[in-house]
């Protein structure tokens, strides 16, 4: 099993204990790279698959979970409740289509090419995520290694911060994704990734600002 950790504001690791997120231990601030230092926030596009490859095998994420933390107790139900609907989907969304260009895009991971994916990472987040390309996606030189990614299927659990008004303004989405690749040599390999993202909305879309992730891959039947 692999594991990485990118230190987060102690506000978004506290939603993630409360999720039962990651296993992994989190290191103290001090030793860690701030990742609310960046200003930048990227335009997110994806990839075009070309016919020389067959279509990503369909896939989103299946929310089982999902709730707020009231900046105020005085906010109106209502409120809540549609700024956590809105947020929930549009995470699920973007989760889902960064598993597909990390994962499951035969156009990106049978060329190592798995920048798409991380456009969907922020300021040092991305940088760091740049660095751990094999435990983030199907990995280096995945296709010389399998021959076709299949059976993907994943779920979420997402907690939503919202301000005194009611917006969202933080999130932690608790991943759990799994899928079949078949392997150039023979036999399958069970892919399986366990992590745990926290999120802030932007112009284009939430973005992760930090992870925490496991892997947990090995060969099937």
Do not use: C
């Not at 690791?13 to 960046?38: E, I, K, M, N, R």
């Not at 200003?39 to 279509?55: E, G, L």
């Not at 920048?115 to 990995?139: I, M, S, W």
Request: glycine share 8%; proline share 6%.
């Amino acid at each position: 099993m692999m594991a990485a950790v990118l230190v987060v504001a102690g506000l978004a690791v506290g939603l993630a204990v409360g999720l039962g997120g990651s296993h992994a231990t989190t290191t103290s601030a001090s030793s860690a790279p701030s990742a609310a230092s960046s200003s930048v926030t990227p335009t997110v596009s994806a990839t075009p698959i070309t016919s020389a490859f067959p279509k990503a095998p369909p896939f989103d994420f299946h929310v089982l979970k999902s709730s707020p933390v009231r900046g105020s107790p005085r906010t109106r139900v209502k409120v809540v409740r549609e700024g956590t609907r809105r947020a929930v989907r549009n995470i699920r969304d973007e989760m889902s289509r960064m598993y597909r260009l990390a994962f499951l895009d035969p156009a990106d991971w049978r060329h190592d090419r798995y920048g798409p994916a991380f456009q969907l990472f922020t300021g040092d987040a991305r940088e760091t995520a740049r660095k751990h390309v094999t435990l983030l996606t199907l990995g280096r030189d995945a296709g010389k290694r399998f021959s076709a990614v299949a059976s993907a299927h994943g779920t979420l659990k997402i907690q939503v911060l919202l301000s005194r008004g009611g917006h969202p303004f933080t999130a932690v989405a608790t991943a759990d994704f799994r899928a079949r690749a078949v392997r150039a040599s023979g036999g399958t390999t069970l892919v399986h990734s366990l992590g745990s993202y926290f999120l802030r909305p932007s112009k284009h879309g939430w973005l992760i600002f930090g992870f925490q992730v496991h892997r947990k891959d090995h060969p099937v039947a």
